[in-house]
């Protein structure tokens, strides 16, 4: 027995026959769904997903993303009546994106106390209060230019940009919003949101800070969706490398030690990796953003017949969870939600 087997001895002739068995059979546990069930390690629930949302112009605009099937740009009192039904699905919250109605240099649209954001998050803590209100905060869907910051001889001025960071986090917490996110990738951008909030009395605001957010190509349905593709150029200047790992978490450390409450690593399935020693390394709340094109890429097969839509959206958010994240950005949300009540 000191070798895991268990040796029965039997007659064949006149020759006695050792026959090796295994004690532990893995497959005794799966046999059954109901057993399944019983020694599962990760559980998938509504209530560690969040749904992201773009909010534009307009009345009545429900626009399809033609890069994202299934997925809109809302007007507030259509993005209302979506909110409901979110929240009735057993999801916490929404993160909400912007479109304004035009575009500068500073993207002054993002910190605009009446921008896009700020009257979305209004309503929606008015006709849904119960539902979480996460602000994204950043510039590039404000710019003409379409980084995530202001420039100065054509490249992205770090330090001013913190403050116009700062300002659109304040203007976002006085609208009502639940929590702030910057994912920008700016030096220094948590603490200074963080002052600005304390100053101003919002100490209890909680940050969510894209901590390891990599220049991935995997954004483009996003940008697609928002308008913000850079119009000259790239953000690799800023958002990371996606060959480096211990980075990351350098990255994540630091944004824990200027005041961030969660820490998210994006985008999740190339990331696993760097999200599971996240979990490993730190122990805050953790984060995993599964981004558009994870999700178009899942779409776009399945509508060929090529995969199964919800065994591989259930996989994939599995992984994810599995990997070590708390909780999950997905456009898969209100599906797997109902999924999961099933």
């Known amino acids: 027995m000191s070798d895991g087997l268990f040796r029965s001895p039997f007659i064949h002739g006149l ?17 059954t769904e109901a057993l399944r ?45 979506e909110c409901k039904a979110v929240h009735d ?29 700020q009257r979305a998050v209004r309503a929606l803590k008015q006709s849904v209060p119960d539902l979480m209100v996460i602000c994204d905060v950043c510039l590039d869907e404000y710019t003409d230019h379409g980084h995530c910051g202001v420039l100065k001889n054509g490249e992205v001025d770090n330090d001013a940009t913190i403050e116009l960071l700062a300002r659109t986090a304040l203007t976002q917490a006085e609208s009502g919003a639940d ?12 603490a ?29 349905p996003f940008r697609e969706a928002a308008d913000s593709s850079p119009r000259f150029g790239d953000r690799k200047s800023y958002q990371m490398d996606p060959a480096n790992q211990r980075e990351a978490m350098r990255e994540i450390a630091l944004d824990i030690e200027e005041g961030a409450d969660i820490v998210m690593v994006k985008p999740a399935l190339p990331c696993l990796d760097v999200l599971s020693l996240a979990r490993q390394r730190f122990d805050v709340p953790l984060a995993a953003y599964q981004v558009s094109g994870e999700f178009s890429m899942i779409a776009a ?42």
């Open 15 to 31: 020759r006695t026959v050792i026959v090796s068995f295994p004690v532990h059979r893995s497959r005794r546990l799966r046999r």
């Open 192 to 220: 200074r949101i963080r002052a600005a909030l304390d100053e101003r009395g919002y100490a209890n605001l909680p940050i969510l800070a894209y901590s390891a957010k990599y220049a991935s190509a995997f954004y483009g």
């Open 179 to 190: 929590m702030v996110a910057p994912s920008d990738m700016m030096d220094g951008r948590v």
């Open 89 to 117: 699905l057993g999801i916490p919250g929404v993160i909400l994106f912007g479109i304004p109605e035009s575009k500068d240099a500073c993207g002054s649209g993002a910190y605009d106390p009446e921008g896009i954001i």
């Open 37 to 81: 069930s019983l020694v599962r390690e990760t559980a998938l629930r509504a209530s560690s997903l969040i749904y992201p949302l773009f909010v534009c112009p307009g009345r009545g605009v429900q626009d399809e993303i033609a890069s994202m099937p299934g997925n809109f740009r809302w007007s507030i009192d259509r993005l209302t009546e």
């Open 301 to 342: 097969a399945a509508q060929r017949g090529w995969i199964d839509r919800q065994q591989i959206m259930t996989e994939t958010l599995t992984a994810i969870k599995r990997a070590g994240a708390d909780f999950i950005l997905t456009y898969f949300a209100k599906e797997a939600a109902r999924l999961l009540r099933c």
